[in-house]
T-cell receptor, first 114, second 115 residues
Framework: AQSVTQPDIHITVSEGASLELRCNYS??????LFWYVQSPGQGLQLLLK??????LVQGIKGFEAEFKRSQSSFNLRKPSVHWSDAAEYFC????????????FGKGTRLHILP | GAVVSQHPSWVICKSGTSVKIECRSL??????MFWYRQFPKQSLMLMAT?????????EQGVEKDKFLINHASLTLSTLTVTSAHPEDSSFYIC???????????FGPGTRLLVL
């Protein structure tokens, strides 16, 4: 079955510290992988995506993610977090066919300590 | 990427009334839009896939007569919550799939509170 697992419901890091949010997926074919961020009361904003090619992808706001096929993972990283990064982060996987569903993880809430 | 707008951003209504939420694709002709519902501190739940010019496809457990979806043009899809009740209070988000970038983009969401 297709699924996305974000093992950490909450993560707390200090401002300026590095960050890694974990994402594991189960998918039958080569997946399209995404990370979205959602601030309170807002919609989802695309951070980055991976389809093929270089397995280390750069996104907006200083985020990057690395696709590891052998581990079925697509972890999100940032070398130094800012207080404004506090939000909910969703990993998603999909085929991007016309009507096929994109599958979301349950999300990881990031808290930033001053 | 595609820009998606929603209107209204929030709405408060009395129980028993109907509420219409609009979703617009501002710079992209969207043949397919998606409607999601999100409960507090939870992930997104797909309600239905809205296809331009045809009937929407609803997910299992979503009442078609309760949540009416109309996708009359390539830039507009509407979700009408009919005879709303307090349990329908939620955050509703629409999304469109931009085939130019093979990416799904989301609207800002509509907060519905039914009293």
């Amino acid at each position: 079955a297709q699924s996305v697992t974000q093992p950490d419901i909450h993560i707390t890091v200090s401002e300026g510290a590095s960050l890694e949010l974990r994402c594991n997926y189960s998918y039958g074919a080569t997946p399209y992988l995404f990370w979205y961020v959602q601030s309170p009361g807002q919609g989802l904003q695309l951070l980055l995506k991976y389809f093929s090619g270089d397995t280390l992808v750069q996104g907006i706001k200083g985020f990057e993610a690395e696709f590891k096929r052998s581990q079925s993972s697509f972890n999100l990283r940032k070398p130094s977090v800012h207080w404004s990064d506090a939000a909910e982060y969703f990993c998603a996987v999909g085929p991007m066919n016309r009507d096929d569903k994109i599958i979301f993880g349950k999300g990881t809430r990031l808290h930033i300590l001053p | 990427g595609a820009v998606v707008s929603q209107h209204p951003s929030w709405v408060i209504c009395k129980s028993g009334t109907s509420v219409k939420i609009e979703c617009r694709s501002l710079d992209f002709q969207a043949t397919t839009m998606f409607w999601y519902r999100q409960f507090p501190k939870q992930s997104l739940m797909l309600m239905a896939t809205s296809n331009e010019g045809s009937k929407a496809t609803y997910e299992q457990g979503v009442e078609k007569d309760k949540f009416l979806i109309n996708h009359a043009s390539l830039t507009l899809s509407t979700l009408t919550v009919t005879s709303a009740h307090p349990e329908d209070s939620s955050f509703y988000i629409c999304s469109t799939r931009d085939w130019r970038e093979e990416t799904q983009y989301f609207g800002p969401g509509t907060r519905l509170l039914v009293l």
